[in-house]
């Protein structure tokens, strides 16, 4: 069974803090999406990275793949209560099924 | 990309009885996909339904429990039948979004409390 591990499951930080949540599994991926969910509603697409080693930036958010692409990082940078939220990792296997992560519970305090 | 409006946003039903979950996409979609997330558990594909087709089912999820229709290219329901507890979750579907950001766009899920 493929799975993808996000830690961490909980974090609660001030606003300012820097926080970096991964997303790990020990299978291979062709793509990684990371997406966010706010209470009541469903998760919205941040980013989707496909190539192994692959950066790129959203504003404050920088999102990295592993070279393997077996695990994938997400970097908050200055987090600001506005950031609040499930951050869920997804990868697209090569027989194109996706697997989710449990998700990483966000909780930026003003 | 697309927009998807699904309802309702909960309910509360008693056990026994079954729950009938809709979702409608702005554009045409050729697939559909049934998500279930519960508490601090991943999302699980429940189905994927095609229009003019029989839905396909995850393993764990079989159509007597999760009936799907799927009657032309922006609609679709999902029921939960005979519900019980633990059916107890969020539903959400979804569909494929298109261009060079692969990932899913997500109607806004249903809440659903069995007691």
């Known amino acids: 069974t493929q799975l993808l591990e996000q830690s961490p499951q909980f974090l609660s930080i001030q606003e300012g803090e820097n926080l970096t949540v991964y997303c790990n599994s020990s299978s291979v991926f062709s793509s990684l999406q990371w997406y966010r969910q706010e209470p009541g509603e469903g998760p919205v697409l941040l980013v989707t990275v496909v190539t192994g080693g692959e950066v790129k930036k959203l504003k404050r958010l920088t999102f990295q793949f592993g070279d393997a692409r077996k695990d994938s990082s997400l970097h908050i940078t200055a987090a600001q209560p506005g950031d609040t939220g499930l951050y869920l990792c997804?990868?697209?296997?090569?027989?194109?099924?996706?697997?989710f992560g449990a998700g990483t519970r966000l909780f930026v305090k003003a | 990309s697309a927009v998807i409006s699904q309802k309702p946003s909960r309910d509360i039903c008693q056990r026994g009885t079954s729950l009938t979950i809709q979702c409608q996409v702005d554009s045409q979609v050729t697939m559909m996909f049934w998500y279930r997330q519960q508490p601090g558990q991943s999302l699980t594909l429940i189905a994927t339904a095609n229009q003019g087709s029989e839905a396909t089912y995850e393993s764990g999820f079989v159509i007597d429990k999760f009936p799907i229709s799927r009657p032309n290219l922006t609609f679709s329901t999902l029921t939960v039948s005979n519900m019980s507890p633990e059916d107890s979750s969020i539903y959400l579907c979804?569909?494929?979004?298109?261009?060079?950001?692969?990932?899913?766009?997500f109607g806004s899920g249903t809440r659903l409390t069995v007691v």
């Open positions: 997804a990868g697209v296997t090569g027989g194109f099924k996706t697997i």
């Open positions: 979804s569909v494929l979004r298109q261009g060079a950001n692969y990932g899913y766009t």
